[in-house]
């Protein structure tokens, strides 16, 4: 790529190391941990994660979104509901996150099964977006399908920017929120020659969680 070798571009991770010490017993206290020392590096959007989904052939798909909330239920996003995400995990509702904190040497991995928030936290959070997001949300009914150019949804902003002159913007009926509940929750660091350091939280059946080293 005009004389750039990909090949050659590599670093050594040497910021810090985490072994099983460093960890506290809950995931999810741990998970609040190091997001609050993203937030604290500012990291450009901290709580940026990709997800990935699988479609019923098994064709797996990715994309990143923005997490809402982090706490013993699980990590929450929201989304429209005729979206490609969408659709993929009313087919399969297995997923898995990942929050890339380059800038930390660091990233989580988390799997586990999706289910929709209620009508009721969805409405409560789409209050809190900004006026142009909610009319935004309207704009784009159908996410994921092709439309023929951006003039669409130029035209369709200004109507509903005057169909909606106030901060009243009603829940659409296709909008909302999701929770993944983690069954596992890996944890790495980046070390020096790749030997990095991978500790997973594994959870039970009894509901508690296993720790474990995996091999980098």
Known sequence: MNG????????????AGLSEQD?????????????Q????????????MVLATVDTSGQPST???????????????????????????????RASLTFPWIAL???????????KLSREESAAY???????????????????EVIPSRVVLEERMKQLEALHPGEDVPLPPYWGGYVLAPVEIEFWQGRPSRLHDRLRYARQVDGTWKIERLSP
């Open 105 to 115: 040497e660091r990233q989580v991995c988390i799997t586990g099964s999706v289910s």
């Open 4 to 15: 750039l070798s990909i090949a050659n571009l590599r670093r050594d991770y040497s910021l």
């Open 63 to 93: 994309r990143v979104v923005l997490l809402k909330a982090g706490d013993a239920r699980g990590f929450s996003f929201f989304t429209n509901y005729e979206s490609r995400k969408s659709r993929e995990l009313s087919g399969n509702s």
């Open 126 to 144: 789409f209050k809190l977006r900004p006026r142009a997001s909610r009319l935004g949300a309207w704009a784009s009914p159908k996410q994921s």
């Open 23 to 35: 960890l506290v017993p809950d995931p999810i206290a741990q998970f609040q941990k190091w997001f």
């Open 37 to 48: 020392e993203a937030v604290a590096a500012e990291i450009t959007e901290p709580n940026a």
